[in-house]
Protein backbone atom coordinates (compact mmCIF):
# COMPACT_ATOMS: atom_id res chain seq x y z
CA UNK A 1 0.00 0.00 0.00
CA UNK A 2 1.08 3.28 -0.84
CA UNK A 3 0.76 5.91 1.91
CA UNK A 4 -0.40 9.30 0.42
CA UNK A 5 0.27 12.44 2.86
CA UNK A 6 -2.32 14.61 1.23
CA UNK A 7 -4.81 11.93 2.64
CA UNK A 8 -2.99 11.41 6.11
CA UNK A 9 -2.93 15.30 6.27
CA UNK A 10 -6.98 15.42 5.42
CA UNK A 11 -7.86 12.72 7.95
CA UNK A 12 -5.85 14.05 10.76
CA UNK A 13 -7.79 17.43 10.05
CA UNK A 14 -10.72 15.97 10.07
CA UNK A 15 -10.00 14.48 13.38
CA UNK A 16 -9.35 17.32 14.57
CA UNK A 17 -12.14 18.86 13.50
CA UNK A 18 -14.38 16.53 15.29
CA UNK A 19 -12.17 16.94 18.32
CA UNK A 20 -13.01 20.82 18.30
CA UNK A 21 -16.67 20.11 17.57
CA UNK A 22 -16.92 17.85 20.55
CA UNK A 23 -14.77 20.31 22.89
CA UNK A 24 -17.34 23.71 21.92
CA UNK A 25 -20.05 21.06 22.12
CA UNK A 26 -19.12 19.99 25.60
CA UNK A 27 -18.37 23.52 26.69
CA UNK A 28 -21.99 24.41 25.82
CA UNK A 29 -22.92 21.72 27.77
CA UNK A 30 -21.18 22.84 30.54
CA UNK A 31 -22.11 26.63 30.34
CA UNK A 32 -25.64 25.78 30.28
CA UNK A 33 -25.63 23.37 33.16
CA UNK A 34 -23.77 26.03 35.10
CA UNK A 35 -26.32 28.71 34.14
CA UNK A 36 -29.15 26.32 35.19
CA UNK A 37 -27.35 25.20 38.43
CA UNK A 38 -26.90 29.33 39.28
CA UNK A 39 -30.42 30.01 38.80
CA UNK A 40 -31.69 27.35 41.20
CA UNK A 41 -29.57 28.40 43.33
CA UNK A 42 -30.66 32.08 42.94
CA UNK A 43 -34.49 31.33 43.16
CA UNK A 44 -34.19 28.69 46.19
CA UNK A 45 -32.13 31.43 48.30
CA UNK A 46 -33.41 34.41 49.98
CA UNK A 47 -31.69 36.73 47.24
CA UNK A 48 -34.27 36.34 44.84
CA UNK A 49 -37.42 37.31 47.36
CA UNK A 50 -38.62 41.32 47.79
CA UNK A 51 -36.68 43.01 49.72
CA UNK A 52 -38.78 46.21 50.35
CA UNK A 53 -42.50 46.99 49.51
CA UNK A 54 -43.86 50.36 49.92
CA UNK A 55 -47.59 51.47 48.38
CA UNK A 56 -48.51 55.18 48.02
CA UNK A 57 -51.57 57.03 47.14
CA UNK A 58 -54.30 54.74 48.48
CA UNK A 59 -56.58 56.04 50.29
CA UNK A 60 -59.45 53.44 50.19
CA UNK A 61 -57.38 50.40 50.34
CA UNK A 62 -55.03 49.33 52.86
CA UNK A 63 -51.65 48.74 51.83
CA UNK A 64 -52.29 45.01 52.97
CA UNK A 65 -55.12 44.87 50.87
CA UNK A 66 -53.50 46.31 47.65
CA UNK A 67 -50.44 44.03 48.42
CA UNK A 68 -52.89 40.76 48.64
CA UNK A 69 -54.96 41.80 45.16
CA UNK A 70 -51.27 42.15 42.90
CA UNK A 71 -50.27 38.80 45.37
CA UNK A 72 -47.29 40.67 46.40
CA UNK A 73 -45.57 39.60 49.78
CA UNK A 74 -41.81 39.63 51.26
CA UNK A 75 -42.10 35.96 50.21
CA UNK A 76 -42.27 36.48 46.28
CA UNK A 77 -39.57 36.13 43.80
CA UNK A 78 -38.53 39.39 42.52
CA UNK A 79 -37.17 38.60 39.06
CA UNK A 80 -40.45 36.93 38.25
CA UNK A 81 -43.15 39.78 38.92
CA UNK A 82 -43.17 41.72 35.56
CA UNK A 83 -44.66 45.69 36.11
CA UNK A 84 -46.89 44.92 33.61
CA UNK A 85 -48.63 42.11 35.03
CA UNK A 86 -48.73 43.54 38.32
CA UNK A 87 -50.02 47.02 36.68
CA UNK A 88 -52.68 44.58 35.24
CA UNK A 89 -53.56 42.65 37.94
CA UNK A 90 -54.12 45.59 40.42
CA UNK A 91 -56.14 47.55 37.30
CA UNK A 92 -58.29 45.11 36.74
CA UNK A 93 -59.64 46.74 40.59
CA UNK A 94 -63.05 48.64 40.47
CA UNK A 95 -62.10 51.05 42.63
CA UNK A 96 -58.51 51.61 41.09
CA UNK A 97 -58.21 53.84 38.39
CA UNK A 98 -54.48 53.70 37.78
CA UNK A 99 -50.88 52.39 38.82
CA UNK A 100 -47.21 53.15 38.55
CA UNK A 101 -44.78 50.19 39.72
CA UNK A 102 -41.30 51.16 40.16
CA UNK A 103 -38.71 48.28 40.68
CA UNK A 104 -35.06 48.79 41.81
CA UNK A 105 -32.63 46.00 41.29
CA UNK A 106 -32.39 45.86 44.91
CA UNK A 107 -35.31 43.84 45.39
CA UNK A 108 -36.93 47.10 46.18
CA UNK A 109 -40.96 47.64 44.39
CA UNK A 110 -42.88 50.49 44.73
CA UNK A 111 -46.40 51.01 44.54
CA UNK A 112 -48.27 54.33 43.32
CA UNK A 113 -51.85 53.69 43.45
CA UNK A 114 -54.31 56.39 42.32
CA UNK A 115 -57.41 55.51 43.44
CA UNK A 116 -60.94 56.57 42.14
CA UNK A 117 -63.22 58.77 44.43
CA UNK A 118 -65.60 57.31 46.43
CA UNK A 119 -68.59 59.52 46.68
CA UNK A 120 -70.26 57.72 49.72
CA UNK A 121 -72.31 54.39 51.02
CA UNK A 122 -75.43 53.36 50.71
CA UNK A 123 -77.59 50.19 51.68
CA UNK A 124 -79.49 48.47 49.32
CA UNK A 125 -80.96 44.81 49.75
CA UNK A 126 -79.33 44.38 52.95
CA UNK A 127 -75.89 44.90 51.32
CA UNK A 128 -73.33 47.76 51.88
CA UNK A 129 -72.40 49.85 48.27
CA UNK A 130 -69.57 52.62 47.21
CA UNK A 131 -70.73 55.27 45.04
CA UNK A 132 -67.53 56.01 42.98
CA UNK A 133 -67.68 59.32 40.94
CA UNK A 134 -67.72 57.81 37.61
CA UNK A 135 -71.31 57.40 38.89
CA UNK A 136 -70.52 53.25 38.99
CA UNK A 137 -71.24 51.16 42.35
CA UNK A 138 -68.96 48.68 44.27
CA UNK A 139 -70.20 45.94 46.79
CA UNK A 140 -68.25 46.54 50.23
CA UNK A 141 -67.13 43.13 51.33
CA UNK A 142 -67.36 42.70 55.54
CA UNK A 143 -63.66 43.30 55.38
CA UNK A 144 -64.08 46.80 54.20
CA UNK A 145 -66.83 48.25 56.42
CA UNK A 146 -64.97 50.18 58.94
CA UNK A 147 -63.04 51.74 55.98
CA UNK A 148 -66.37 52.95 54.71
CA UNK A 149 -68.00 54.29 57.68
CA UNK A 150 -65.60 57.17 57.06
CA UNK A 151 -67.22 58.26 53.78
CA UNK A 152 -70.62 59.69 54.06
CA UNK A 153 -74.03 58.05 53.88
CA UNK A 154 -76.12 58.34 50.90
CA UNK A 155 -79.65 57.79 51.48
CA UNK A 156 -83.29 58.11 49.56
CA UNK A 157 -81.82 58.29 46.26
CA UNK A 158 -82.76 56.52 43.16
CA UNK A 159 -80.31 54.68 41.22
CA UNK A 160 -80.42 57.56 38.84
CA UNK A 161 -80.18 60.40 41.63
CA UNK A 162 -77.04 58.16 42.41
CA UNK A 163 -75.62 58.70 39.23
CA UNK A 164 -76.38 62.32 38.55
CA UNK A 165 -74.94 63.16 42.43
CA UNK A 166 -71.81 61.10 41.59
CA UNK A 167 -71.31 63.47 38.21
CA UNK A 168 -71.90 66.26 40.19
CA UNK A 169 -68.67 65.52 42.56
CA UNK A 170 -66.85 64.56 39.27
CA UNK A 171 -67.78 67.79 37.45
CA UNK A 172 -65.22 70.40 36.29
CA UNK A 173 -63.68 71.15 39.51
CA UNK A 174 -62.98 68.31 41.23
CA UNK A 175 -64.54 68.01 44.95
CA UNK A 176 -61.44 67.09 47.37
CA UNK A 177 -61.91 63.79 49.03
CA UNK A 178 -60.81 66.05 52.50
CA UNK A 179 -64.06 67.98 52.02
CA UNK A 180 -66.19 64.33 51.20
CA UNK A 181 -65.00 62.94 54.47
CA UNK A 182 -66.39 65.92 56.17
CA UNK A 183 -69.74 65.49 55.09
CA UNK A 184 -71.74 62.71 56.93
CA UNK A 185 -74.77 62.12 55.40
CA UNK A 186 -76.62 62.96 52.14
CA UNK A 187 -79.90 62.43 52.24
CA UNK A 188 -82.76 63.19 49.66
CA UNK A 189 -85.36 65.25 50.80
CA UNK A 190 -88.92 64.96 49.46
CA UNK A 191 -90.55 68.51 49.48
CA UNK A 192 -94.51 68.99 48.83
CA UNK A 193 -95.40 72.07 47.32
CA UNK A 194 -99.28 72.38 47.51
Known sequence: LLYDDVEAKYLSLQNKKKKRKKKRRRKRLTTLFTVIILLVLYFMSDFSKVKYL????????????????????YESRYAVLPKIYLKWKLEKDQLIESVE??????????????????IGYYIEDGKNYALIDDGT?????????????????????????????????????????TIIHMISEMKHLMMNIW
Open 137 to 177: SKEITSSDLSIIVDYPLIDGFSKEERINLAKSFSQEEEVDE
Open 101 to 118: IHKTWDGAITIDVKEKTI
Open 54 to 73: EVKGNRFYSEEKILSIADLS
